[in-house]
């Protein structure tokens, strides 16, 4: 033991105490408010850390490709579940000097650095150099679509005026079905177009026309309200109000190509599926339920447009489905699709299962083909299920051993009366009766034991069951039918509901399914045990397929 008072022991343990409270490194998270950007066109980089840094960071690298309007310096407190959360952050407002791609470079925080990163910056896609003051105008990234892809609508407000209010008007499509999806709200950033500086409100839509043909968009409106210049209106409630009017958009709508033979039409910038296991997938055992999430996720499309996933059969697995997760995630490049499906797997008994291929083609909206999204094969090892409660054989004794008989004594005299010899003879045979009477019993005792201790555990277990079935809880009479099963088969193995369904007939098995159906496709709230509580009750009666191994002993008193 280490004296506590002893210097090095004093000099350890500050050392232990530093490293112990030593701040661990904050990441550097990097945000840009849209990418691409346009040439003169301001935007926003956000850099967030969850605690102060050592050092401020130094931007002037930057200023080599982008004009630094802005650079401002926010923290913050929060608390969550009880524990302080810091955040710091530096929001720069960058505007690029010229067309290009061009990479952010790491800023270093202190101790720690930001990643590096790439901003895109296109050319300006005003058609002319505006000549008022407030102007109005509506774009689609592209002239010509498929049917049912994406097309992305902006409208951008601009004003080299102060102004006090603004409000967009809505969309209107013309001479096709369209749907019509928002991307957010407005965004608001600095442009500068013939050296003069505009203000520039923002708003995105995707839209998803329906039908072939010519799409459409009607002059969109905006109001402005200009400030007052009176003094009595310090709300600026009384300015000036201008309706602008944008010009039509034209959109040519393909129909579907020839050569798309598949039977779901998905056009898409972007088109993958994955994969995510829950449970233990390195060993699953044999009728214990592992949930295997297929995923679709695409650039373009929205969740509603992505088909139902087709799972393959699995022989030997049963297989139950979910109800499917629907998610919309939106950027300025678009929407973002997620289709999500968990299934439950319950492998029937050990050994190698082949989990087929999952494909769904697509069509490749940046190449004009027809692709191939696929989930690769894969095989699944599955092991044994733990084996049940080791069989303990009744202990059965020996014959008892009677003490050998005296011999007989000789008469002593020939006078000896004949009485005393049938007296003998009679107590040798009642002792020779009670030997054997006694050898059965104990014979027989072990096995009546254990058919009580059997009887009474399967009571217990019966009650276990009533209760969940009349309580409607699925999860707990799973259990409880496992633990019934065995019981009442006992000493026969039982490793999973599987084996019990298929030793005590179709009708058990399609309750079990119907059991297995509420619990991983997430209805068992409205589960109703009694049809299997009344099934179970009746196989009691029914079911025969344990017999005592001494239940062939001839009985005391045979008949005949």
Known sequence: MVNAKSPVALLLLLTLTLAGVAPVAAAVDVTIDRNPVQVNESFQLVFSLDQNPDRDPDFSVLQQHFLILGNNRSSSI??????????????????????????????????????PFQVTVKPST?????????????????????????????????????????????????AIDAVVEPLGDVRQYQTRIADKSYLVLEKQFALFPQQSGRLEVTPVMAEVRLPSRSSYDPFQTGGEIRRLRSQPVFVDVEPIPADFTAPYWLPANRLELREKWQGDL???????PVT????????????????????????????????????????????????????????????????????LPWWNLQTGKMEIATLPARELSVNPAAATESRIEPVVPGPVATAPAEPAAAPAAAETSRFWLWLSLLLACGWGAS????????????????????????????????????????????????AW?????APRRVGNLQDLGAILGVDLEAQIGLLNQSIYARTHESWKGEALLQLCLQLEKTAHAREPEHAGLAPLNPVG
């Not at 969550?80 to 791609?101: A, D, F």
């Not at 002239?143 to 892809?149: D, G």
């Not at 099963?485 to 088969?489: K, N």
Request: charged fraction near 25%; include cysteine; proline fraction near 6%.
């Open 435 to 482: 030997a054997i009477y006694w050898w059965l019993r104990a014979r027989r005792e072990p096995w009546r034991q254990a058919q009580q201790h059997e009887h009474a555990s399967l009571a217990r277990v019966r009650r276990e069951l009533r209760q969940a079935c009349d309580d409607g809880d699925a999860p707990g009479a799973r259990q409880a039918l496992l």
């Open 78 to 115: 929060s608390i969550i579940n009880g524990e302080y959360q810091r955040s710091v952050k530096w929001t720069l407002h960058l505007m690029p000097k010229q067309i290009g791609e061009f990479v952010i470079p790491a800023i270093r925080f202190g101790k720690e650095r930001s990643e």
């Open 282 to 288: 390195d060993a699953p055992v044999a009728g214990e």
């Open 126 to 174: 005003m058609a002319s150099v505006p000549h008022d003051q407030l102007v109005l105008e509506v774009l689609a990234d592209k002239p010509e679509a498929y049917v049912q892809s994406q097309v992305i609508l902006t409208l951008r407000l601009l004003s080299a005026t102060d102004i006090s209010a603004y409000q967009f008007g809505d969309v209107s499509i013309e």
């Open 292 to 359: 295997r999430s297929v995923m679709l996720v695409a650039d373009g499309l929205t969740a509603a447009q992505l088909p139902e996933l087709a799972l393959p059969a699995i022989d030997g697995i049963k297989q139950y489905p979910d109800q499917p997760s629907l998610e919309n995630s939106r950027s300025n490049e678009g929407i973002r699709g997620r289709r999500e499906q968990k299934v439950a797997l319950i492998p029937g008994a050990a050994g190698r299962y082949y989990l087929p291929e999952i494909s």
């Open 485 to 489: 099963g065995r019981a009442l088969l």
